[in-house]
């Protein structure tokens, strides 16, 4: 492990942008872990971007109290005089009308603005860095380029993260990548209403161990289960880090809610599960029946479709069933899609029933970070069959990764699967 200073070893605070969460900061909290860096200390401000109107609050010092209290808060809790503030997209906003405050700006060691604000000094003369995607962009006279990477990747990314743990703690770090843990791992988190990270008050979560062959649950009880509340906190769990596990929502009379992802390396407390609420837009223009499955695929790292490296992303979709009959989607990338989206919602739709047009679904399509497309998946109460999800990062066909879920009927069920942001 690298040799960090224990006077330098400070409370980390992550502030997400548009349509995010402590999300997109689980990998580097894992890595940080990875180099010593105690992983309890990194946290995440979170803070709602639902509407027009919660956005301009961010960005205009709306949010400037409620993060004080926070950063006191982690100050308090860790006997610690100062903090590190790490904000990404609109989350530089948030953290630079903050700063604007001397008496604020005290309370912050160093700041880490990730591809937002520029200037040519740092706000409130507190030490920063800028991470950036294009060249031209700067804040002060430290800065960090990554023009192979894109937005939100660039808050994800290993080269990222080695810039950030460079300039925090003044070592470099031994690994850049994530250090399995031995033995079980600890998990907690989030259930939270997208995009306005408000607790999912009176669901309960449930935690399955699968097979990853197909998703099914492997054992006659769940692993863990807990009751959600205002403030959307489960966990913590203990769990295998080398198995598959599905996390299971009961919102009461609504459709459950599946979520399936790759394993766990490390212990993490910044997991995150996003769900509509109640009406949403989302729900209203999700098609569901009860020989359908509808599918939302995430990934903190932006799938490419038309990238100008030609290093563009494969996710392909199959569904095999008892009889062995087999639905093949092909490539959902699609150049249309162009290299911004981090979440694909894919159903069936109503206008080309029991097929697979790949066609844009319009609200979707018209929505930050996100798109939509026909794609026919057939499915049964109880499940029938498997759906296969197997991403090929940026084309490396050395590099698959595979999800199978069970083909769960959208008329009573909803499926969210999670890709990992990083390859081991």
């Known amino acids: 492990m690298p040799d960090i200073p224990e006077e330098v070893i400070r409370p980390i605070i992550f502030v997400h942008g548009l349509a995010g969460s402590a999300s997109q900061y689980q990998t580097q909290a894992m890595r940080f872990a ?29 949010l400037n109290e409620t993060l004080d209290q926070f950063v006191d808060t982690q100050r308090e809790r860790f006997e610690s005089d100062q903090v590190y503030l790490v904000c990404h997209s609109l989350g530089t906003q948030v953290c630079s009308q903050y700063l604007s405050d001397p008496e604020r700006a005290m ?32 804040l002060g006279g430290n800065n ?6 894109a937005h939100v990747q660039v808050a994800t990314s290993e080269a990222s993260f080695a810039g950030q743990f460079r300039f925090l703690t003044g070592v470099d770090p031994e690994r850049t990548q994530i250090l399995p843990q031995e033995g079980r791992v600890k998990i907690s988190g989030r259930v ?40 959307g906190n489960w966990g913590p769990v203990e769990l295998n880090p080398q ?107 109503a206008d080309s029933p029991a097929q697979t047009t790949l066609a844009p679904i319009e609200y979707f399509v018209e929505q930050p970070f996100q798109y939509g497309l026909d794609v026919y998946m057939p499915a049964a109460t109880p499940p029938d069959g498997v759906i296969t999800l197997v991403s090929t990062p940026r084309g490396d066909e050395s590099k698959k990764q595979v999800i199978n879920v069970p083909n769960w009927a959208s008329s009573q069920h909803r499926i969210s699967v999670i890709f990992n942001d990083y390859i081991q």
């Open 144 to 149: 960090l380029h990554l023009p192979s990477e």
């Open 243 to 349: 198995a598959h596990y599905e996390l299971h929502l009961i919102r009461p009379e609504r459709a459950e809610h599946h979520f399936y992802r790759q394993p766990f390396l490390r212990s993490s407390s910044l997991v995150r599960l996003n769900t509509s609420p109640e009406g949403s837009a989302i729900e209203q223009n999700t098609h569901v029946g009860p020989n359908h499955a509808t599918l939302i695929i995430t990934r903190d790292m932006e799938w490419w479709g038309d990238h100008p490296s030609g290093q563009n992303d494969i996710l392909e979709i199959s569904v095999s069933r008892d009889g062995g009959t087999v639905e093949a989607s092909g490539n959902i990338i699609v150049p249309d899609m162009g290299n911004g989206i981090i979440g694909i919602h894919v159903h069936d739709t």
């Open 34 to 62: 990875s180099n010593g860096y105690p992983d309890d200390r990194i946290v995440a401000f979170e803070y709602s971007t639902d509407g027009r109107a919660a956005v301009i609050r961010a960005a205009t010092g709306g």
């Open 107 to 138: 309370k912050v060691a160093k700041y880490i603005a990730i591809d937002g604000i520029t200037g040519d000094s740092c706000p409130g003369d507190v030490p920063c860095m800028g991470v950036f995607v294009s060249p031209e962009n700067t």
């Open 192 to 231: 939270v209403y997208f995009p306005a990270n408000e607790g999912a008050d009176g669901t309960a979560l449930s935690i399955w161990r699968v097979n990853p062959e197909t998703g099914a649950r492997a054992e006659d009880k769940p692993v863990a289960t807990f009751t959600i509340d205002s403030s």
